[in-house]
């Protein structure tokens, strides 16, 4: 517990786009569970959010290892941190694909 709360901390001190998307959801969840929608849309829509969150610390993990091992420019490194940012960009489509189809479908 003590670790996840210290990397909680890291990734909120260190990392914009955590910080960021930590903000995104505090808004996000408490209007998720106050909207007028099934409780399987709102678990979705919760869902939705924490994932982007959960990929972000993927993301920002992957990213401070490939910084650890070498901050020298090599196509390796850059397409790690590639794939890495383009999942959390996957998981914000995902956002916006399930709250689209719970709030209006």
Partial sequence: FRYSM?????????????RQEVWLAIIL??????LP????GKALMVASVLL?????????ALEAT???ISLEQHHLAK???DIGSAAV????VNVVAVWGLVLFA
Avoid: M
């Fill in 66 to 68: 490939v910084d650890r």
């Fill in 89 to 92: 960009f996957v998981a914000l």
């Fill in 6 to 18: 210290a990397g909680l901390a890291a990734a909120y001190r260190n990392e914009d786009a955590f």
């Fill in 52 to 60: 982007v969150v959960i990929v972000e610390l993927i993301n920002s």
């Fill in 29 to 34: 969840i408490p209007l998720a569970l106050f």
């Fill in 79 to 81: 397409r790690a941190k």
């Fill in 37 to 40: 929608v099934s409780a399987i």
